[in-house]
């Protein structure tokens, strides 16, 4: 091993190599667990013949647990310890996982959704739990870096969750589009029901299993324990004082706006990218795998724009970074907005480039000198995921319009991701002012 991968993963003589790979693997699995959910808006809505807006009650659930737990699962780590959570999570992720096959067997759709909420539960525990645990994971002076090394099999893992959704589930559902679905008799829509689900409860029983074995094996491993010796709680103290903190409190609201812009433009770029297409001729099925492979394109894109932009942060600083992504972000939307032919669809594309640094450049801005109060502030800042739950719903009430004054209501939804943008630029322009 090199001097410089000593420094990396080893300290006072003790290697963190396996504990690294272990905890590594836990942000791929989260990865893939969200954006193998996406696509399951419009997937639910045609199985269960419903609105846009019923589908939606899918990120309503999902992106809930994590605003659910975040602070709860901040507790348990600080009573506890980082690998208790990091079990804790996995073990919440397979539960919930391994509740798709009781949910089918229901054949009603609200089970699912309780499904998904459990495992978001053990989401949000690993999300606060592991990204501080890699850090401690070696040297401080190398700590930055070690997490970046991590954070790359995020997205990894998020390319692969797309890839199944489209491969295993999209591309294997029943051919009828939502028109021939909706005559269906009783019966019928029955049987087709059943074969739908069917298919898409198999990648995530699969997972399910797989998280489990993960589960065992960190069980079994022996894994750092956490440095810090302190186990009391002092959550309201702790909470007061991150509340007065403005770069904080905005950078939650920040947060919130962002993620709730993230996962707009990634689960409705199924039906925008279905109205062209069908538009131009092809049939519904057709048309939704062809629109997930623009999704996994944007994946592509946000992947590459990180590694981009973390070398532009050698000239910029953070929040003067976040507000030039933030207003580019904002562009592409409008562009979205207003081109009803594929162009409309190559800017949804292009704002992925501009998202893929916000996340933890408000993360490192917001939490920024705040010492052992960042163990709490970081648990408010997963719940901000909540953005996530809460705009969708919205946007897809306004799909489900169909046409706003003869002009494509899909189209008109992305001012929402607009507006979101716009709060991210403020927040970028307040923070990179006062470091200038």
């Known amino acids: ?114 499904a998904y909420f459990i495992l978001t539960c053990g989401l949000s525990f690993l999300e606060t739990s592991a990204n501080p645990y890699i850090l401690s994971m070696g040297p401080e002076e190398t700590a930055t870096r070690r997490l970046n090394l991590a954070q790359s099999f995020n997205p990894m893992g998020s390319l692969l969750g797309m890839f199944v959704a489209m491969q295993f589930i999209q591309a294997k559902m029943n051919p009828l589009d939502s028109a021939e679905r909706a005559a269906l008799s009783d019966a019928e829509f029955e049987m087709v029901k059943n074969a739908d689900l069917t298919v898409l409860i198999r990648p995530y029983l699969l997972i399910g299993l797989v998280i489990f074995a993960l589960f065992l094996v960190i069980w079994f491993a022996r894994m750092p324990a956490n440095n810090d010796q302190s186990h009391e709680i002092n959550f309201l103290p702790t909470l007061k004082r991150l509340l007065k903190l403005p770069r904080y409190r905005e950078g939650v609201i920040a947060q919130f706006f962002y993620m709730g812009a993230q996962i707009m433009c990634w689960t409705f770029i199924i039906q925008y990218g279905t109205r062209i297409f069908v538009g131009q001729g092809m049939e519904e099925r057709a048309a939704e795998v062809l629109s997930q492979k623009y999704n996994i394109a944007a994946m592509l894109i946000f992947c590459i724009s990180r590694f981009i932009c973390t070398f532009l942060l050698r000239y910029l600083n953070p929040g003067r970074l976040l507000m030039i992504l933030a207003v580019a972000g904002g562009i592409f939307s409008l562009g979205t907005v207003l081109l009803q032919d594929i162009w409309g669809l190559y800017s949804l594309v292009g704002i992925s480039a501009c998202m893929s640094l916000m996340f933890p450049t408000i993360y490192g801005i917001a939490l920024e000198g705040l010492g052992d109060d960042a163990k709490f502030g970081a648990a408010g800042l997963i719940m901000a995921i909540l953005g996530g739950s809460v705009l969708p719903p919205l946007q897809a009430l306004i799909i489900d319009l169909g046409n706003v004054g003869g002009f494509p209501a899909v189209n008109l939804s992305f001012l929402l991701p607009l507006l979101c943008f716009v709060v991210v630029a403020l927040y970028g322009f307040r923070t990179g002012r006062q470091r200038c």
């Not at 396996?18 to 639910?44: E, H, Q, R």
């Not at 073990?91 to 699912?112: D, N, Q, R, V, W």
């Open 1 to 114: 091993m090199s001097q410089e991968n000593e420094s990396l993963l080893r300290s006072n003589g003790v290697s963190y190599v396996l504990p690294f790979i272990l905890i590594t693997s836990c942000f791929a699995m989260w990865g893939f667990a969200n954006d193998i959910t996406n696509p399951m808006v419009k997937a639910f809505s045609k199985i269960f013949r419903m609105s846009v807006t019923d589908g939606a009650l899918v990120q309503v659930a999902f992106y809930g647990g994590y605003f659910a737990m975040a602070f709860p699962a901040a507790m348990f780590i600080r009573r506890f310890s980082y690998k208790a959570g990091i079990l804790m999570g996995l073990g919440l992720y397979a539960f919930g996982a391994l509740l798709f096959f009781p949910a089918k067997m229901t054949g009603a759709y609200y089970p699912f959704l309780l």
